[in-house]
């Protein structure tokens, strides 16, 4: 299957471009994506979704891509962003969905399960794991174990990170996208973090060490070249108030739920996903082997079988 051509679908005050594919009457089954990417992102997922029956529904998310991208930081808030998926559920005339994200797309389906249950049939999270709110400001947090020069740090100074990967976006696409060391860490190296020393001492890499194809590389740079970065790092820029927001909240996940790490993850590595099983009691749990952050990519057909093979057992 051809990625499928995409919508744009008013919802929540903002024009979202949407990847849909499936039928209307399968499951319905929501793909969230991760900074910095793309609806397309999902590519292999949606065909091997699509083909089982489900029907899949992949937006660029608000401030990515073909999506609106408003400016302002307090534009990026949780309950906007829930907003924003609810209100493309309801364009569909879905009423509940399996919320699917990876990296950024995990850290706001997690929380759709706790502030708008009713929308969320099941939950699968891609690398980032379901973990309990912080005990103080995360940003504070980064800073304190990787230092000021750690990428969340340092993306809260305004314009700073539009500022390096504006005009680079060939070389900050074959930057981000390289494969993992593969020696398992348990925890992560801090000048893994340190995006802006590395990159500004990034010189090019061979084909053979990238994860993603060339070609797919290239309409990720035109993308961002034209939506530019801002949107995606307000995400990053929201982490206080959202951290503030969710004071009080319960953080028991009612919903079946799939947890899928990847052992050579440095960002989210596995040993985040112990302790899930205290906040969430219908659970399974899979690591793949050889993978880092970028699992749709680097281990497209894997990822594909478990989600299909759970999503089967569980809401055929």
């Known amino acids: 299957m051809n990625f499928p051509k995409p919508r744009r679908i008013a919802s929540n005050g903002i024009e979202l471009s949407v990847h849909l594919a499936g039928s209307p009457d399968g499951v319905a089954v929501l793909l969230l994506h991760g900074w910095p990417e793309l609806a397309r992102s999902w590519k292999h997922q949606m065909a091997a979704l699509a083909k089982a029956g489900f029907y899949v529904i992949a937006p660029d998310m608000r401030g990515f891509g073909g999506s609106d991208c408003p400016q302002e930081i307090d534009a990026y808030g949780i309950d906007i962003l829930l907003a924003d998926m609810t209100g493309l559920l309801d364009a569909l005339d879905v009423e509940k969905a399996i919320w699917v994200g990876h990296d950024w797309g995990g850290f706001i389906s997690w929380p759709a399960a706790l502030l708008v249950p009713d929308r969320v049939a099941g939950l699968i999270g891609v690398n980032t794991p379901h973990s309990p709110r912080a005990p103080v400001d995360p940003v504070e947090l980064f800073k304190k174990f990787f230092g000021d020069d750690n990428y969340i740090v340092r993306f809260q100074e305004p314009e700073f990170a539009e500022s390096v990967f504006t005009g680079r976006e060939e070389e900050f696409f074959d930057f981000i996208f390289g494969k993992p060391p593969l020696n398992k860490t348990s925890s992560t190296p801090a ?25 797919e590389r290239a309409i990720f740079a035109s993308t961002y070249a034209k939506s530019g970065f801002t949107g995606g790092i307000n ?82």
């Open 191 to 215: 000048t893994a973090t340190h995006f802006f020393t590395r990159f500004a001492n990034f010189t090019g890499a061979e084909e053979n060490t990238l994860v993603m194809p060339k070609d």
């Open 235 to 316: 995400y990053y820029r929201n982490l206080t108030a959202n951290w503030k927001r969710m004071a009080g909240v319960d953080y028991t996940v009612h919903q079946p739920s799939l947890m899928i790490g990847a052992d050579l993850d440095f960002f989210l590595p596995p040993k985040l996903i112990d302790g899930m099983e205290d906040r969430i009691a219908d659970l399974e749990v899979h690591v793949i082997k050889n993978s880092g952050h970028w699992t749709q990519w680097e281990a497209p057909e894997e990822l594909s079988n478990l989600m299909v093979s759970w999503l089967q057992r569980r809401f055929r």
